[in-house]
């Protein structure tokens, strides 16, 4: 480990969406800036494993912070989407009421929210939901369409904004996990676990589930965060579900959907199970079945349907139960933004923007006279020659690969390398493309394809044959044929 310092006006701790629209917004103002994220890429917890939901707030609490945020970036959303190049689609989310009590709570809960905060909902016989959504079960009852809700893609997003950012001019660090805080008068100094010591005259606190554990290394003690686990299966059969269908929503959670993926194939989940251990991001054959039988309950083709890939996400539950953004008790230069729950990506505009200027009110600072809004797309004429397939699942060039390591903010893994491009998500999960992926990665880095990791540390994908420990092997060092990597089942 190495030991090396910085001195910038801000830093922001958290490299999850909400860490990196602050980011971005940040870089609008003339500040020396940075972002520190624990993990050794951005977008690593709650904002890689949730819904992909882009909601309108429709069932938000009235009059909280959450709702007014989530208001606010209805209005940014279009312009955040045009500049940074985000794939989304407004699918609009219908509502499904099943029986006496979801009819009752739609109506005594649901509709009188969404007037309240001025979202527009059109109501729905049972026969008109499935006039309009065919696959939904033959029990509904009734409905509502909020035509506003949309999917995305929650990893190119937080991507772009951390891209923005650095293309701005501010400075990225990963696999940095802060491990000290000392505040004087004057500035706040962090120290991390990679033997970073960073000096700024202000603290953006953004660090999702761990956003708690930060304020402690502060002194702060004034919330505390718990994590809600909620379990996912994608499939790609053909339910044809075009639509974001939703059930009507507990006091838990809102409950276990059926949504399209913004690139291909059918979301179904979340499960919500307080939980004790933060790391805890296994699924469970008891929460696949709740998910199944959930799905099932609003598209009966859900109980069936064959799965590619199973993930849990972990979000975070706030002792006080709003979101906390603003000054800690311990100094106002250190300004926590945590709590946002499972509307984060949904709010992330708006928080950005209002985190921002609580930064630039302390400081006095003033707007760039230069700022980039639009990030240039990744693809150019000028690599004519990188047209060849390398993922025939989700059809992605050489080029959408290599344009992902020319990045501002390259990958550092395999699993960084396939959240950029969609490479490695498909049918096969890689078992057909993952040695010429990784071959083009390790050309591009100059690396031995032996050498690269899966994602953190010690984590190879490739063995150097059936003897192989995951090492360069002497005889290949510097380079390695594709096809004769043997793929490890991790």
Known sequence: MTSSSRTVDVVVIGGGVVGCSIFRELSRYD???????????????????????????????????????????????????????????????????????????????????????GVELQRLTGEEVRDMAPYVTERAREGVLIEG???????????????????????????????????????????????????????????????????????????????????????????????????????????????????????????????????DLGTTPDGLRRVRDGAAKLVPGAATASSIRQFAGLRAVSSTGEYIIGPSKVSRNLIHVAGIRSTGLSASPAIGRYAASLVRDTLGLSQRTVFHAALPEALSEEHADEGEVVCLCRSITKGEILAAMRSPLPPRSLDGLKRRTGAMLGDCQGNICAVRIAELFAKHLGRDPLSLEKHVAGSRLFVDGPDGDGSAGETRRGGARAAELAVTSE
């Open 149 to 279: 809700e949309g999917v995305i893609d929650p990893f190119w997003t937080t991507r772009a904004y951390a891209e923005s950012a650095v293309r701005n001019g501010a400075e990225a660090f990963l696999g940095q996990e802060v491990v000290a805080i000392d505040i004087e008068p004057s500035k706040i100094t962090l120290r991390t676990s990679a033997g970073l010591t960073i000096e700024a005259k202000v603290v953006v606190n953004a660090g999702g589930l761990w956003a708690d554990e930060v304020a402690r290394l502060a002194g702060d003690d004034s919330f505390r965060l718990t994590p809600r686990k909620g379990e996912f299966i994608i499939t790609e059969d053909e339910l044809n579900v075009s639509q974001i269908i939703l059930p009507v929503p507990t006091k838990i959670s809102k409950g276990i959907l059926v949504t399209p993926i913004v690139f291909g194939g059918t979301l179904l989940g979340p499960t919500a199970d307080d939980i004790e251990d933060k790391r």
């Open 31 to 117: 500040a020396s800036l940075a972002l520190i994220e624990r993990h050794p890429d951005i977008c690593e917890g709650t904002s890689k494993a949730n819904s992909a939901i882009v909601h309108t707030g429709f069932d938000a609490p009235p009059g909280t912070l959450e709702a007014r945020l989530l208001a606010e970036a209805r209005e940014l959303w279009p312009d955040v989407i045009t500049d940074l190049n985000i794939p989304y689609l407004q699918t609009g989310a219908v509502m499904v009421a099943t029986d006496d009590t979801e009819q009752a709570a739609l109506h005594e809960e649901v509709i009188p929210k969404a007037e309240k905060n």
